[in-house]
């Protein structure tokens, strides 16, 4: 429908300025002016731009959704608060911002990194400078790997050319073949121009199970000992991700050749959600699904998900991964 308005707009503003082309041509002067800038005004309104009308970064707008919308990561919200924030309040930053989020699935990669899109585009993931790949579903076969090098490069040489501020997000980057993420390297450096183009402005997330193995048995060992959760600090778990990466060569491969060069700005560790958080994740799920808040029903939802260890049920096994689903079933 929008799409619909805007075309109709679009046609009436060429044919605004076709009839003055045919006025005398003083007032075609005049009213070309106007209608020009009017023209301009309606169009950035219209189609998104890479300019400050599309593109602003909302400090206060992250933190509060971290905050609010964030559950059990006391850790992760930090550090990407601090990260994210510096780069964009940084006129003149020496490479682009490369971030690389780890841990258990469902514990809030993806929901943290569109955030994060939606602080800083209008438009959010919907923006046509946010680009999303799933290594599975966009890079599967072997085979096809030198395809895609050429394609992923030309993509972001692109994007980043169309846009110096666009948003690169790689998903399940542990099954991405070691060969393609050699391929973007060089735009993660700290090159002040690569065949002419810049990607200092350009932002790159990477998301991974690597290392989650280890950042719950921190976890883990916090809570055997008895400890708060939030006493849990950035340094407690940085070797758990670096050692992870070093002693397993096969999901860590890739990894260690981007810390070799230092080219990952933040590692930021996810932890495992407990049967709390899992209550939090139903309640706003239910808020969001616009049903009426009912505690029975969440409290029921997430007494029935499998927790580990097996006896201690101490963290959720999927995180809020399928919670939305299931509420459905509890629901009906
Ligand atoms: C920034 O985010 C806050 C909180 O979500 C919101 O109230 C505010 O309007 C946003 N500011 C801009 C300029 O979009
Ligand atoms: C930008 O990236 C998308 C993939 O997200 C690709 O389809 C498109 O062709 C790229 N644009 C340019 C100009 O390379
Ligand atoms: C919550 O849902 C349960 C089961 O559907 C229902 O019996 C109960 O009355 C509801 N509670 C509230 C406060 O709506």
């Not at 799933?134 to 076969?141: C, G, K, N, R």
């Not at 808040?293 to 101490?314: G, Q």
Request: proline content about 3%.
């Amino acid at each position: 429908m929008k799409e619909t308005f805007s075309t109709l707009l679009r046609y009436m503003l060429i044919s605004g300025v076709l009839v003055h082309a045919f006025e005398p041509i003083s007032t075609t002067i005049v009213a070309g002016v106007g209608a020009a800038s009017l023209g301009m005004k309606l169009y950035n309104y219209l189609f998104e731009t890479c300019d400050e009308n599309w593109i602003g970064f909302n400090a206060t707008g992250l933190q509060e959704d971290l905050q609010k919308k964030l559950f059990g990561q006391h850790v992760a919200s930090q550090v990407v608060f601090k990260a994210v924030t510096g780069f964009m309040n940084n006129e003149n930053p020496k490479k682009p911002l490369v971030l690389s989020l780890h841990g258990w699935t469902g514990t809030g990669k993806n929901f943290v990194s569109q955030l994060i899109a939606k602080n800083i585009y209008h438009k959010g993931m919907e923006s046509g400078f946010v680009h999303l790949f799933t290594a599975t579903a966009h890079f599967p076969h072997t085979r096809d790997l030198e395809t895609y090098k050429t394609q992923l490069q030309q993509w972001i040489k692109g994007n980043v050319t169309n846009c110096p501020r666009s948003m690169f997000i790689f998903d399940e980057m542990d099954k991405m073949q070691p060969g393609l993420i050699d391929s973007i390297k060089p735009y993660l450096d700290f090159y002040e121009r690569l065949d002419g183009v810049s990607y200092r402005q350009a932002i790159f997330i990477f998301l991974s199970n690597a290392g989650g193995q280890n950042i719950v048995q921190v976890a883990l060992d916090f809570w055997t000992a008895g400890r708060q959760r939030e006493e849990i600090q950035l340094k407690d778990l940085e070797t758990a991700v670096s050692l992870s990466v070093f002693n397993n060569q096969e999901s860590g491969f890739w990894h260690t050749s981007l810390i070799d060069k230092n080219l990952v700005d933040f590692f930021v560790p996810f932890l495992p959600l407990e049967f709390k958080h899992v209550v939090q994740c139903g309640m706003a799920e239910m808020a969001a699904k616009g049903l009426e808040l009912n505690a029975t029903v969440v409290d029921r939802m997430a007494r029935d998900l499998n927790y580990f260890p097996k006896d201690e049920r101490v963290f959720s096994v999927k995180g809020c991964k399928v919670i939305s689903s299931r509420l459905d079933f509890y629901t009906d």
